[in-house]
């Protein structure tokens, strides 16, 4: 496995796993700000895993309540680990090669020419266009009707939306195609 390809999944992978652990909690800010549904955990173990420790005081029925958003993220973001630790475990399945290169004068050639490696260095991008595309979504209904942002910052967000999710089709392309 080419080192950046290992890089790269750690990078997208720990980027992701601290929006979902940012979103987690019960905060009144993010509340007003992004309209969050929560959900309580019943056990005693998940919340400890799932819920990071806030500073200062928190209300005893807010301290196991997590954000759907966050619950759903976690799901995904362990079958991700899973799915990737299964394919450092399987032997390598060859495929049609892909090439990326950095630089114009001397330029440094990565080649991904396993599935293994596609699905290695793609999925954490795929999973961190995801999460951001649905927080861009979340909060674009509030900051319509606030009507405190200029019809420029608006269209920014959705040209960001419409970006990444491209983005994510490329993605999905290169990973199966």
Not at 4 to 10: G, H, K, T, V
Not at 79 to 87: G, R
Not at 115 to 131: A, S, T, Y
Request: glycine share 4%; with cysteine.
């Amino acid at each position: 496995m080419h080192p950046l390809s290992f890089i790269s999944m750690l990078v997208f992978s720990s980027i992701s796993l601290v929006l979902i652990r940012v979103l987690a909690p019960f905060q009144e800010t993010f509340q007003e700000t992004f309209n969050l549904k929560y959900v309580s955990l019943k056990s005693d173990f998940l919340a400890k895993c799932l819920i990071p420790k806030k500073k200062g005081y928190v209300k005893v029925n807010d301290r196991k309540k997590i954000s759907l958003f966050s619950l759903i993220f976690s799901c995904l973001f362990i079958i991700l680990v899973l799915v990737l630790l299964l394919m450092v475990i399987l032997p390598p399945i060859p495929c049609e090669p892909f090439t990326a290169a950095f630089g114009r004068r001397n330029p440094a050639n990565w080649t991904v020419n396993t599935v293994n490696e596609k699905i290695i260095w793609g999925l954490p991008m795929l999973l961190f266009c995801i999460e951001v595309i649905a927080v861009i979504l979340i909060g674009i209904p509030r900051t319509i009707k606030s009507k405190t942002e200029s019809k420029k910052s608006l269209l920014g967000l959705f040209a960001a939306v419409l970006f990444l999710a491209g983005g994510s089709l490329f993605l999905i392309f290169l990973l199966f195609l």
